[in-house]
């Protein structure tokens, strides 16, 4: 396998382009696109972006890939029913290519390594946020910090409220 970093085609961009050879001489290029997360609702834009990059770059035998920190089961359905590979740093791996015979297949962890019990979700979601709109909402002075995600906390302990 041959590997390039930051690799630009004909003025398209690509995080990596690695390279798949069979004894036979045939290979096969997959186009890799690197996030730090990913969710499911976003596959499909990604891939039409990495394969519109990959037709403009005229790199024909490219299967797009996408790689993560972590892609949870939902994102892994989604990117192989869209005909791409995937890859996470907890060992999730699909690729796959008929030109090569090529089916590589993984199961790593069922969980984001990196978000332990009690850290915040990367989103807008859950009881830290209602609470924190529910402070937003009943008081008018700023809360800031720890104190506006802490379940039993008086917020508004200015006018006497509890939120």
Known sequence: ??????????????????????PDGSHVVLAIEAERSLVARDVPYLLEQLRVRIARAAVPSAVPMLVARYLPASVQERVADHDAAYADATGN????????????????????????????????????TARVVRALVDCSAAVRGPRATSPGNDLCCRRGQYC
């Open 1 to 22: 396998m041959q590997a390039e970093l930051n690799v630009e085609r004909r003025g398209v961009e690509f995080d990596e382009l690695a390279t798949l050879s069979a």
């Open 93 to 128: 791996v699909r690729v796959a290519s008929e030109r090569l015979a090529l089916f590589i297949r993984n199961v790593g962890a069922d969980h984001d390594l990196w978000r332990g019990r009690g850290r915040p979700r990367g989103s807008l979601k859950g009881a830290p």
